[in-house]
Structures are given as C-alpha cells and as structure tokens.
C-alpha cells in the first residue's frame, strides 16, 4: 500500500517540462502550409502533411529521349519495310512485279518533268511555287526585285549642241537648236512651275530630283504628268532665223549636277 504522502496525482507531470523557444525560420521553412501559423507546425513532417515534389526536369529528359527513341525505330522499320518489299518485288517474276520493277527504273533513270508539275501546281494552285523558280517558263514576267528601277532619260533637245559648258556656268549647261524646235521632258514627272515672264519650265521627278528649262515657249500646265520625250514646249523663233538657245539644269537634294552626267548630249 501507498502511504498518502507517497500519492501522486496523475494530473500533474512528475516533472515540469522545460519550455523550448521556437526559432520562427525554422518553422517557417519545415512548413508544407505556408499560410499556417508557425507556431502551429510541427518540426518533425510525417507523409500526411507533406509531399514530395517530382523531378521535372529529369522526366522531361527522359521522356524526350524516350520520344526521340520512338521516332528513329519508327523510321528505321519503315525503311527496311520499304526496303524489303522492293527487294521482293525484283526477286518476282509475276506481272504486277515486272510492273512495279519498270516504274522503280523509270524514277532513278529519268528527270522529272517540271513542265508537268507546274501545270499540276498552276491548275490547283494557282502560280508556280517561289521555292522552285526553275518551274516558270515565262522569264519575261520574272523581276529582279533586289535592283533599282532604270527610269528612261532623254535630251530635251534632240538636235541640240552644247554652248555653255557646267564648269562655265555652274548651275547648268546651255543648248543650242534651230528655232521653234521641241523641247522634250528630260524624265518622267509632274509639272511644278511654269512662267511665261520667265519663259522657264520646271519639272518635279523621282528621287528628289529636278529639271529646269529656261526660254521656252511652255504647252504644259502646273500638275500635268509628263513622260520622258514628251514635248512640254518650243524654242522661240530666233531673230537671225537660224538658231535659239536653251537653258537647262539639273538639281540633286537642292543641288546643281551637271547635266552632262545624266543625259548624253552630242
């Protein structure tokens, strides 16, 4: 028997527990539930509270191996599938052999008829493919994309003989024609300006360039389009009756070129 002061209540520990500080980091990166209270969680994680995160990047490498792998013995049976059934089909003497043998020597000996397969490819497709040029037997609709365009570029005088030299003048050449002859736009463009006080006509073309005739009897309006050749007026009638003179220039981004390297001038 116990004696009563031997009795000890079940209710109390029979030894006080110490109490241990929680290092808050530590709890915080055991716990599986980040959104739980860290004094919540238990430093020792059993398999019901946490799970292991698979190896991604070790699946995906072998999976694409494994893919890989599928691919080549797929293609490798085909081709000794195919291979074997050729094979056989020579060793045969049947018909449908013989047949298949002569259309086997006909693709590896003969070339391949394009003009066939473009017309096939017109008919469905509508054009002939960019990849295979070789298929379009009409050159002339071919453009080299990749050059410049070469725009036609004519004297304004057919009969004209240089009087005045660009060195001499510096802002252009001056022409020389018998009286009332044509004067002809050096280029295709539009009609910018004309002065009839001035007698001078100036005409707006590509590439920031521009032609000026001065002592000119003008045919043409302001925003009249003009082709290369195309008369936009006279010379005036000379008083000896023989001969008239032209002013002509040409300017380059605001600047005076000579005439003489653009146009040919006997």
């Known amino acids: 028997m116990m004696r009563a002061d031997q009795h000890v209540d079940q209710n109390q520990p029979t030894e006080k527990k110490k ?3 929680r ?3 530590k709890a915080w990166k055991n716990n599986p539930n980040p959104w739980q209270k860290w004094d919540q969680s238990s430093t020792t994680l059993s398999k019901s509270n946490y799970i292991k995160e698979p190896d991604w990047s070790r ?3 072998n999976h694409k191996k494994m893919k890989w792998w599928h691919r080549f013995t797929l293609k490798l049976l085909i081709a000794v599938a195919l291979f074997l059934s050729v094979w056989t089909m020579f060793q045969s003497d049947q018909k449908w052999a013989q047949q298949g043998q002569a259309a086997v020597r006909r693709v ?5 008829n394009f003009t066939a397969v473009a017309t096939w490819y017109n008919e469905n497709f509508t054009g002939s493919p960019s990849l295979l040029p070789s298929f379009s037997q009409q050159r002339e ?3 080299k994309v990749d050059a410049p365009v070469q725009s036609l570029v004519v004297s304004p005088l057919e009969e004209g003989s240089l009087i005045s030299t660009f060195a001499e003048l510096l802002n252009g050449v001056e022409l ?3 009286a009332l002859s044509p004067v002809r736009a050096m280029e295709n463009g539009r ?3 004309v002065s009839e006080e001035q007698a001078t006509i100036i005409i707006q073309h590509a590439n920031k360039r521009i032609s000026i005739y001065t002592g000119i009897g003008a045919e043409v309006r302001v925003n009249d389009w003009v082709e290369a050749g195309e008369m936009i007026g006279s ?4 008083q000896s009756g023989s001969h008239s003179l032209l002013y002509f220039a040409i300017k380059e981004d605001d600047k005076y070129i000579d005439p003489l390297d653009v146009i040919s001038i006997d």
């Open 19 to 21: 109490k241990v500080e």
């Open 23 to 25: 290092d808050p980091e």
């Open 59 to 61: 699946y995906s490498t």
């Open 108 to 112: 590896l000996t003969e070339e391949l």
């Open 141 to 143: 609709e071919m453009i």
């Open 176 to 178: 020389a024609a018998p």
């Open 191 to 193: 009609i910018i300006l």
């Open 235 to 238: 010379l005036p009638a000379s």
